[in-house]
């Protein structure tokens, strides 16, 4: 099993920039990638971007540019650095684990709040 605790959110201003981290303990070998999604009040919860093991990473389309997702594999910690923010990125950002075996993990959540 894989603990996530997520910290750096807050609230911005537009075209301001924030840094999420995602701090991994437990089974942290058996990861085998690691994400951010969110979910904005009344809407489902999306993929923003995945990094795998291996260093291979993906975007959500509306993020690509934006923002950049990383690991530091000696501290086991995912980061999530998000430039140019913008009011539609408003939402709770999450961080999920993956583990080789399939089994999944989520952290609590941190709020992103993007003023115009």
């Known amino acids: 099993q894989v603990q996530l605790v997520e910290s750096g959110g807050g609230l911005v201003q537009a075209g301001g920039s924030l840094r999420l981290s995602c701090a991994a303990s437990g089974s942290i070998f058996s990861i085998n990638a690691m994400g951010w999604y969110r979910q904005a009040p009344g809407k489902q919860r999306e993929l923003v971007a995945t990094i795998t093991k291996g260093g291979i990473t993906n975007y959500n389309d509306s993020v690509k540019g934006r923002f950049t997702i990383s690991r530091d594999n000696a501290k086991n910690t995912v980061y999530l650095q998000m430039n140019s923010l913008k009011p539609e990125d408003t939402a709770v950002y999450y961080c999920?684990?993956?583990?080789?075996?399939?089994?999944?993990?989520w952290g609590q959540g941190t709020q992103v709040t993007v003023s115009s």
């Open positions: 999920k684990s993956i583990l080789v075996n399939g089994l999944t993990s």
